[in-house]
């Protein structure tokens, strides 16, 4: 029985460091040192490892139990960036708040849907119009936005009175794609950050209102890449991985570059309400994350509510470490600064893309 005990203490004392590791990401940025922001991932995990401890040792009646509740309690407060209590989906009355913006964030994904078919985007597009005709959001901030050729989405939404609209890229006939903004408020001013990233100033009533619509950097997993995902899920790292984690890397690499040289900049210099909404392609833990919760407010830690999931490639399934080849983890965003405040936050469920939409309610503050 020592023997257990003592086997049970040293896995214990691995899973304690393996949680304290998975939480240092926000504070050291990528180009110093990548293993942070490696480890990031397997918070829930550890977490979840963790409190399987304190039980097991509990059930023994054995003091140990409370080394894991130590660490637990050290690194608490990281449990309500994916988990939150006290929040509401319910947009408020608009005659009670006269300055409300309500602004959806999508990653449309052509509408192609979570199993990547071509064939199903116009029956999806169809239903992503239905989705923003329900809503009714003012602002659409949408990413890997293309119309289908037999669904005129741009002219529909101009129908449902978004008549202002930007893109990052517009076709030969000034249809806009990839990263797009509509609104049924003026748009006064607009600005292409890159190539994914666009930058709009609106009019609500008579206060200005930034929007910043982003589509950070994507890994761009192929099908070899799910296959070494799903080995390395499994604990089976082999030589083959090393291209998969090489794209991992740049990615993260390009995250802090995108950051530094064209998200920091809009935030820090911002005088007026601002909202960076979209598909950040990284986690609540990460260092991108931390380096926005820094100068912004995320709408979810105001307002939300449970365990959110945004991510939906390729089932229907909820896990926190995923029940496919990739995590599902919360990585569409909105983010505002301390000229707003949120009053409801929503995630929508639904199959039009591999991403669910996003739909906050904010405040222009008096």
Request: with cysteine; hydrophobic share 40%; charged share 20%.
């Amino acid at each position: 029985m020592k023997a257990i005990r003592v086997i049970l203490l040293i896995v214990n004392l691995l899973l304690i460091a393996g949680l304290l590791l998975t939480t240092v990401a926000g504070a050291v940025s990528p180009s110093r040192m990548m293993l942070p922001s490696l480890l990031a991932y397997g918070y829930l995990p550890m977490l979840g490892a963790n409190v399987l401890m304190v039980v097991l040792w509990a059930l023994m009646k054995r003091w140990e139990a409370l080394l894991s509740v130590a660490a637990i309690a050290v690194r608490w407060s990281m449990v309500g960036l994916f988990f939150q209590v006290g929040g509401t989906q319910k947009v408020p009355p608009r005659a009670e708040h006269p300055m409300m913006v309500t602004v959806m964030s999508y990653n449309v994904h052509q509408f192609q849907g979570p199993e990547d078919r071509p064939t199903r985007s116009d029956s999806n597009a169809r239903e992503f119009l239905s989705i923003v005709e329900e809503h009714g959001p003012d602002v659409l901030c949408l990413q890997e936005y293309a119309a289908p050729k037999t669904v005129h989405v741009t002219d529909s939404l101009v129908l449902m009175g978004y008549n202002h609209y930007y893109g990052a890229h517009t076709t030969g006939s000034g249809v806009p794609y990839g990263t797009v903004v509509f609104s049924r408020l003026p748009i006064t001013y607009v600005s292409r950050l890159d190539n994914k990233k666009v930058l709009v100033e609106m009019l609500k009533e008579d206060r200005r209102l930034r929007v910043c619509c982003i589509h950070m950097d994507s890994y761009s997993f192929d099908a070899t890449d799910r296959e070494e995902i799903d080995r390395m899920r499994h604990g089976e790292v082999q030589e083959s991985s090393r291209r998969t984690l090489e794209k991992v890397r740049e990615t993260i690499l390009s995250h802090q570059r995108e950051w530094e040289q064209a998200l920091r900049p809009v935030v820090q210099g911002s005088t007026v309400p601002l909202v960076v909404a979209g598909d950040m392609n990284d986690i609540p833990n990460s260092w991108l994350y931390s380096q926005i919760s820094k100068e912004l407010t995320d709408s979810y830690r105001e307002k939300g509510f449970g365990f959110v999931t945004t991510y939906n490639g390729g089932d229907e399934q909820l896990l926190p470490i995923g029940s496919g080849w990739l995590p599902k983890f919360r990585i569409d965003m909105v983010f505002h600064n301390e000229g707003l405040r949120t009053l409801s936050y929503r995630r929508i469920k639904t199959r039009v893309s591999d991403h669910y939409p996003v739909v906050v309610a904010v405040e222009v503050k008096d």
